[in-house]
C-alpha cells in the first residue's frame, strides 16, 4: 500500500456546520488519492451512516464506531463488540431512569422506545430520522455502539456502574457508549497494522472530543480550526474552520499536496 495514509473525521471535517460535504473537500480527497495519498475514514459514526459519503469520495477503507469496526478495502479487520451482558445490566438500568438507549451495529440501528424528544433532537443533528424500536435487537447480535440519551452529569453513574464502557458526548442530550479503552487511535493502530504502514506515514484530521486520541497518535495530527480546544492542544497542525476550507488548506500546508 501507498506509504501516506490520511484518516478524516466526517462531521465538522469532511461534512461543514450544515453537514454538507463541499465541492472543495471531494476535489481535495480525489487530488489526494490522485497523487498516492491513501484515503480512510474514522469516525463515530455506523458504516450504514456513511455510504454515500464514502461513495461520493470512492473511499473503501474506514473505521467506525470510534474503533470498534474496522474495513480495510470493503472487508472487516477488526472487529469489538460491547460485552453482551454489561450491555444488558445497562440498558435495564436506562429504562429504570428513563433514558432512552439505541443500539447500533454495522447494518442499521433501533431503539428501544418510540417518540423520545431527546432521541429526536439529537438523530436530527446528524440528518437521521427516528429509528425502528426493538428493545431486544441486542440480545443475539453483536453491538459495537449504542447510545444513551440523557443530560449532562447523569452520565456519571453509568460511568461508575458500568466501567466495561467508556462514554463519549456528542450532543447535548447523547453519549456514545463504546467498550473501555476503545478509540479512533486504537482503530487505526489495527488497520495499518493490517496495510502495513508506518505510524509516522500517517495522518489524521478532525474537530472532536473522540479525535483527541487519533490526533495526538499519529504521525502529524490536524486539528480543524472549529476543533474543541482539546484536540488543538494535542494536534500538531491547527488549520482554518471547516466552513474555511481549513481541510483543503491544510493538506497543502502539511505538504500532503502540492
Known sequence: MTKKLAFFDIDGTLLDHNKELSTSTIETITKLQKQGVYCAIATGRA???HNRIREKLGISSF????GQYVVLEDTPVYKNPLKHEELDSLYKKAIANNHPVIFMNEDTMKATEPGSNRVEKALQ????????VDELYHEKREM?????FCEGD????YRQSHRAFDYIRWHKYSCDII??????SEGIRKLIEAADVDMGNVYAFGDGPNDIEM??????????????SEVKAASDYVTDDVSE??????????GLLS
Do not use: C, H, W
Request: zero cysteines.
Open 144 to 148: 459495537y455502539q449504542s447510545l444513551i
Open 179 to 184: 467498550p473501555s479503552g476503545g478509540s479512533k
Open 245 to 254: 476550507d481549513g481541510l483543503t488548506k491544510a493538506v497543502y500546508e502539511i
Open 215 to 228: 490526533i495526538r497518535d499519529v504521525g502529524t495530527g490536524i486539528a480543524m480550526g472549529n476543533a474543541v
Open 47 to 49: 458504516p450504514f451512516m
Open 63 to 66: 473505521i467506525s464506531f470510534n
Open 154 to 157: 447523569e452520565i456519571e453513574s
Open 125 to 132: 443533528s446528524l440528518r437521521f430520522n427516528y429509528p425502528e
